[in-house]
């Protein structure tokens, strides 16, 4: 791989947990610097029956037909919370958005498809409480990292998931943040818990249903990610761009898979415009 960010062992250890409620990422949710002019306006709302799937909201103030996001965060499918990716959810709001942050169950509770149909529902429910927060559905977008972008993906790609909640053309576009799009063999533990038990291994991977009639794409990653590695981008984007599909794909140098996600925050956003291509992109797509 190419070199590492210079700021990429600090980030590294800020967020080494990624996902857990005591790693340093809760400190930087807790106490690092926050988006004005938007913030949280609501709390544990529900998309299903256990006590995983409820989803907090941020929104901008005043907000009144706004684009609506729908924020999966990563964690290897087997931990992970919202209670600590406020911060990337603000950030987004800050700009416009009405946004979603769901949790989702995750291994061992459950495994493949289960999480993805937490997705799904989550993704529903945000479209049908839109505009309670000041949010237009008919401009939804659905974004995530690492296992969250896999999320995104999935349930953007595969038609059966939002079929299966009656929302088949809900998601207007999807963005990525260092996602697993193209990773078989299961050969670390992460995916065999998550998905080894499939019948058919493809059907668990996005670039399985790259299509022309998809949602557009926006991908990004970094060029120093050693545990999603940007290949994994690169050929969902050329697939997609292969089947006449929209996508597009971004790299950014020496940025690791932590980094991505960590410019969102103020602390780290001078490194790389990631959100602000990201921003970009759903303010097109959703115009």
């Not at 965060?73 to 992970?80: K, T």
């Not at 260092?178 to 019948?199: E, I």
């Not at 991908?219 to 290949?231: K, P, Q």
Request: glycine letters at 12%; charged letters at 20%.
């Amino acid at each position: 791989m190419t070199r590492r960010g210079l700021f990429a062992p600090f980030v590294g250890a800020l967020l080494g947990g990624l996902a857990s409620a005591c790693s340093p990422l809760a400190a930087l949710n807790a106490l690092g610097p926050r988006d004005r002019g938007a913030g949280k306006v609501a709390s544990g709302v529900g998309y299903g029956d256990d006590p995983r799937q409820t989803m907090d909201v941020y929104a901008p103030t005043g907000a009144i037909d706004l684009p609506v996001l729908v924020f999966f965060y990563g964690g290897g499918w087997d931990s992970g919370s919202k209670d600590v990716y406020g911060w990337a959810a603000q950030a987004l709001a800050a700009r416009g958005f009405v946004v979603f942050l769901p949790d989702y169950r995750v291994v061992p509770q459950v495994r493949f498809p289960r999480f993805i149909e937490d997705a799904a529902a989550a993704t529903a429910r945000a479209g049908d409480l839109a505009i309670q927060y000041g949010g237009d559905a008919g401009r939804l977008g659905v974004l995530g990292h690492s296992a969250g972008a896999h999320l995104a993906m999935m349930i953007t790609l595969d038609r059966r998931y939002m079929a299966a909640v009656d929302r088949s053309d809900l998601i207007r576009a999807a963005a990525g943040l260092a996602g697993p799009y193209d990773f078989l063999p299961f050969d670390v533990a992460a995916s065999q818990n998550a998905f080894g038990r499939a019948p058919d291994p493809t059907l668990t991977q996005p670039v399985t249903f790259a299509r022309r009639d998809a949602p557009p794409l926006w991908l990004g990653h970094g060029t120093a990610d050693t545990v999603v590695h940007a290949e994994d981008t690169t050929i969902l984007n050329d697939r997609m761009r292969a089947v006449g599909g929209r996508s597009e794909a971004h790299l950014y140098p020496g940025l690791d898979h932590a980094d991505l996600i960590a410019t969102f925050s103020p602390l780290f956003r001078k490194k790389a415009p990631v959100l602000e291509d990201v921003v970009a992109f759903f303010r097109r797509e959703l115009a």
